[in-house]
């Protein structure tokens, strides 16, 4: 099975902070990689797709790079209501594997 | 407007079954692949099954030979029969459009315990 690993596990950040995510896969993976949002309670949410496209409605402050093994999320201008876990999925052979997440919280 | 409304869940003894469904409007089931992902209270994501347009199913390793997908297609509707259940399948489980789910039902509570 492919390994995520995520960076880091959690991350106190404040209003209109740039903040990165960092979701790393135990071998290549192409551009086979998700990235999805989860507030507590509430279903995940898919943010990116592609590694780097964004869906379709989700604002334009949240970017998806990279290829291969190191991928990254980026939330240009921290919003509160971008407070919430992220999870990384590959879906490039199976099984999928999500990473084990990253909480934001406010500063 | 896509939607997905999983239904089903509850308490259940270990070794007992259960068949989640998920009912889907704004799309056509059998043209798309479904998935399950469950999460267990307080912890992370983890896939668990998925079915193709064509038909072919895959599953995780942790519940092949227990867990089965199907659909019907006349109801539009995506089930997870689950069986011989386990006090470590005890989540939350979604049922997602697409493999990597653009679209997420709000989930269905399963408790295994005596």
Known sequence: ???????????????????????????????????????????????????????????????????????????????????????????????????PGTKVDIK | EVQLVESGGGLVQPGGSLRLSCAASGFTVSSNYMSWVRQAPGKGLEWVSVIYSGGSTYYADSVKGRFTISRDNSKNTLYLQMNSLRAEDTAVYYCARGMIGDYWGQGTLVTVSS
């Open chain 1, 1 to 99: 099975d492919i390994q995520m690993t995520q960076s880091p596990s959690s991350l106190s950040a404040s209003v209109g902070d740039r903040v990165t995510i960092t979701c790393r896969a135990s071998q290549g993976i192409r551009n086979d990689l998700g990235w999805y949002q989860q507030k507590p309670g509430k279903a995940p949410k898919r943010l990116i797709y592609a590694a780097s496209s964004l869906q379709s409605g989700v604002p334009s402050r949240f970017s998806g790079s990279g290829s291969g093994t190191e991928f990254t999320l980026t939330i240009s201008s921290l919003q509160p209501e971008d407070f919430a876990t992220y999870y990384c999925l590959q879906h490039n052979s199976y099984p999928p594997t999500f990473g």
